[in-house]
C-alpha cells in the first residue's frame, strides 16, 4: 500500500478545469486548451506522498525548470507558454504555475545516467548490466560510466514504482522512429546539463525527462532538471564506493527510515510527518542547488 497520506482537495479556478493530482503537481486545462501546471510544495519519499511540505519547493522547481528550458531550447523544444497566473487563481500561484502546449505524452520515462547508483546499480550489481545494456566489471555506488547511457522506464501509476525497461522494449511499445528520437534527445539534453552543472561544481549522475508530440514535434514536458528529477552531487565530495551526499530529499528519506521516526517502511502504515529540523534542511538543498546551478540567490 502506497499513495497520498492524504490526499488534497483541488483548488477550483474560474475557467480551469481540474484534470489531475500528481505527487508534486496539480495538472488543469483552460478554455483556450493549454494546460495548467501548479508546483505545490508536496513531497514525496518510499513511495508516499508526505502529509509535510517544504516551504517553497514547487517555486524552485519551476523556476529551476523555466532557466534549463532556456538553455536547452536549441536542443529540443519545450512546452511552456506562460508563466501568467490565471485570473482568480490563488496569490500563492505565482512563480509556480506554467501555462504549457497539451502534447501527445509518450508513456516513457526516459532516463540518462552518467554514473552508476540506485535502481541501475542494483541491477548491475545482480547482472553487470542496466536495462540490459552491458556494463565493464568493477564499478561501484558512484563510478562514472564510460559513457552516458539511455535507461528508460515505463510509467507507473501514483504508488506504483516505475520499471526499468530495455530500449528494444521502448521501441516495440512506441515505434522504432519514436525510440531513436528519445534516445537521442535525451542523451543530448543530458550531455549539455552535466557540463553546465560541471562548471559550476555539481555532478549531475543521472536525470529523467518526459517527452510528447506537438504534431510531429518531439517536445520535451513537464519539469526539467530539478532534484526532484535529477541526482546532483556536490562535485568536491564524490567518492566512489559509497553513497554520496546530495541535493535533493535526502535528509526525508534517511529520517522516515531512522528510529527517531518509528515508522516501519515494510508496513502499511502511512509515514508520520516531518520535524522542523528536517523541513529546514530539505528546503535549504532545493535552495543551494538552484543558487549554485542559476548564480543567483533565492529570494
Known amino acids: 500500500m502506497s499513495g497520498f497520506v492524504e490526499k488534497p482537495e483541488p483548488i477550483e479556478v474560474p475557467g480551469l478545469v481540474h484534470l489531475h493530482t500528481g505527487k508534486v503537481r496539480e495538472l488543469y486545462q483552460n478554455e483556450a486548451g493549454d494546460l495548467v501546471m501548479v508546483a505545490s510544495d508536496r513531497t514525496s519519499a518510499y513511495d508516499w506522498v508526505l502529509p509535510t511540505e517544504i516551504p517553497d519547493k514547487g517555486r524552485i522547481l519551476t523556476q529551476l525548470s523555466l532557466w534549463w528550458f532556456d538553455r536547452l531550447s536549441d536542443l529540443v523544444p519545450h512546452h511552456v507558454i506562460s508563466t501568467d497566473v490565471p485570473a482568480g487563481a490563488p496569490a500563492d500561484w505565482a512563480g509556480r504555475t506554467l501555462v504549457c502546449k497539451s502534447l501527445t505524452m509518450v508513456p516513457v520515462e526516459c532516463v540518462a545516467r552518467g554514473y552508476l547508483t540506485g535502481s541501475g546499480l542494483a541491477e548491475y550489481d545482480e547482472s553487470r548490466t ?3 545494456l552491458a556494463l ?4 561501484v555506488d558512484g563510478s562514472e560510466l564510460p559513457g552516458p547511457i539511455f535507461t528508460p522506464a515505463t510509467k507507473a501509476a501514483v504508488g506504483d514504482h516505475d520499471e526499468n525497461v530495455s530500449y528494444e522494449e521502448v521501441a516495440r ?3 522504432a522512429e519514436t525510440a531513436a528520437q528519445l534516445r537521442q534527445a535525451t542523451l543530448a539534453v543530458y550531455g549539455r546539463a552535466r557540463d553546465i552543472a560541471r562548471d559550476r561544481g555539481i555532478i549531475l549522475a543521472d536525470t529523467k525527462f ?3 508530440f ?3 514535434t518531439l517536445v520535451i514536458a513537464d519539469e526539467v532538471l530539478t532534484p526532484d528529477s535529477s541526482r ?3 562535485a568536491d565530495q564524490w567518492e566512489p564506493g559509497r553513497a554520496q551526499p546530495s541535493f535533493d530529499k535526502q535528509f526525508v528519506r534517511d529520517w522516515l527510515t531512522s528510529p527517531e521516526s518509528g515508522w516501519d517502511r515494510a508496513s502499511e502504515q502511512p509515514p508520520p510527518a516531518l520535524p522542523q529540523h528536517v523541513v529546514d534542511a530539505t528546503r ?7 543558487e549554485r546551478l542559476t548564480g543567483t540567490s533565492w529570494s
Open 130 to 132: 542496466v536495462c540490459g
Open 136 to 139: 565493464p566489471e568493477g564499478l
Open 173 to 175: 511499445q512506441v515505434g
Open 210 to 212: 518526459e517527452f510528447g
Open 214 to 216: 506537438d504534431g510531429d
Open 232 to 234: 546532483f552531487w556536490p
Open 284 to 290: 535549504a538543498k532545493y535552495v543551494e542547488a538552484y
